[in-house]
């Protein structure tokens, strides 16, 4: 095989696959409803996760690219079992990257919504400021009018 098509086999092994639609934490197990520091918890841990999955896919890449180069040596040396055993490690290193790849799609949905959940809670706690404050106005407290 020609550099070109695998490398072609590497990078579209990963760019052409399925997301599954499952949170990538396993699912939240409160149903639903979480305080605005429950949902900056969430968000903090999202972004931990999309760094250590931005880490694996970089780290993903390199090892293709060193299966690619070893691939590269080997036939040139014509020894078919290096060359069999490279085209596997290439196979486990994309799908690797796949996973990696998949985990980081799922992790930016999750931080998505821990931020959409964030700011409906923060718009929540405003309105129901904002009703408080319009009930104690001094009107409805019974206070005299002059």
């Known amino acids: 095989m020609k550099h070109n098509t695998l490398m072609a086999i590497a990078v579209g092994s990963f760019l052409g696959a399925a997301l599954p639609c499952a949170y990538a934490d396993g699912?939240?197990?409160?149903?639903?409803?979480?305080d605005g520091e429950c949902l900056r918890s969430d968000i903090a841990h999202d972004q931990k996760d999309i760094a250590?999955?931005?880490?694996?896919?970089?780290?993903?890449?390199?090892?293709?690219?060193?299966?690619l180069a070893d691939l590269r040596r080997d036939s040139?040396?014509?020894?078919?079992?290096?060359?069999r055993k490279d085209l596997n490690d290439l196979k486990r290193d994309q799908a690797d990257a796949h996973k990696d790849v998949q985990d980081l799609r799922a992790d930016k949905r999750d931080l998505l919504r821990d931020e959409s959940k964030l700011r409906m809670t923060v718009q929540s706690m405003q309105r129901t400021a904002m009703q408080r404050t319009s009930s104690q106005s001094p009107r409805s407290s019974g206070g005299k009018r002059r």
């Open 52 to 67: 250590h999955d931005r880490a694996d896919v970089r780290a993903d890449f390199k090892d293709i690219h060193k299966d």
């Open 76 to 83: 040139f040396d014509h020894d078919k079992r290096d060359v």
């Open 27 to 34: 699912g939240q197990s409160d149903g639903g409803k979480c």
